[in-house]
């Protein structure tokens, strides 16, 4: 692939963002498939699942984001959006290693969201100290994590 096709590729899935962005989940899917013709990236796979997962579409966003593992395995996002998919259907069990795949993805910034799905994940198994354990370590990497700081005052709650 050339590097105007890569760059089109690009440009179309910033449009396709933005178009999620704004709720217009169809033109996005039709941006995202474009860019994936153009040129396939694990970020617009990911994305065009995240949108499948905005219009409760679960079966075709988990299928997207195993499709962006396939493209790039070192790309932590569809581990984490698969374990969260997983957590929203009851799947605790099935959720939990896609979780831990996306702690140690090589390329995956924001890591405090896979270890807050963990805790939720734990959560509802009622493996309470664990699920602390994993709201903390996300409330250590971003300490302005309202929804890891808020699991922990709950469990708090709970204790007392």
Same mark, same amino acid.
């Given at each position: 692939?050339?590097?105007? /096709? /890569? =760059?089109? %590729?690009?440009k179309? +899935?910033q449009?396709?963002?933005?178009? /999620?962005?704004?709720? @217009? #989940?169809?033109h %996005?899917?039709?941006?995202?498939?474009k860019? *994936?013709d153009?040129f $396939?990236?694990?970020?617009?796979h990911?994305? +065009?699942?995240w949108?499948?997962?905005f =219009?409760g579409?679960v079966?075709?966003?988990? %299928?997207e984001?195993?499709r962006?593992?396939e493209? @790039? $395995?070192?790309?932590?996002? $569809? &581990?984490?959006?698969i374990?969260s998919? *997983?957590?929203?259907?009851?799947?605790?069990?099935?959720?939990?290693?896609w *979780?831990? =795949?996306?702690i140690?993805?090589p390329?995956?910034d924001p890591?405090h #969201?896979? &270890?807050?799905n963990l805790?939720?994940?734990y959560y509802?198994?009622?493996? +309470?100290?664990?699920?602390?354990?994993?709201? =903390?370590?996300?409330l250590?990497?971003? $300490?302005?994590?309202?929804l890891?700081? /808020? %699991?922990?005052?709950? *469990?708090?709650?709970?204790?007392?």
């Amino acid at each position: 692939m050339s590097l105007e /096709q /890569q =760059q089109l %590729a690009w440009k179309l +899935l910033q449009q396709a963002y933005q178009a /999620q962005m704004h709720g @217009d #989940y169809d033109h %996005a899917i039709e941006l995202y498939t474009k860019s *994936l013709d153009t040129f $396939p990236t694990a970020e617009a796979h990911t994305f +065009l699942g995240w949108t499948y997962h905005f =219009q409760g579409k679960v079966d075709e966003a988990i %299928a997207e984001c195993k499709r962006a593992i396939e493209v @790039d $395995p070192e790309f932590g996002n $569809p &581990y984490n959006d698969i374990g969260s998919y *997983l957590i929203a259907l009851g799947r605790h069990d099935e959720a939990i290693p896609w *979780l831990e =795949q996306a702690i140690v993805a090589p390329r995956y910034d924001p890591r405090h #969201y896979p &270890y807050f799905n963990l805790g939720r994940a734990y959560y509802a198994k009622g493996m +309470l100290t664990r699920a602390r354990e994993c709201f =903390q370590e996300a409330l250590r990497i971003e $300490p302005q994590y309202t929804l890891a700081r /808020q %699991a922990i005052e709950n *469990l708090r709650r709970m204790v007392n």
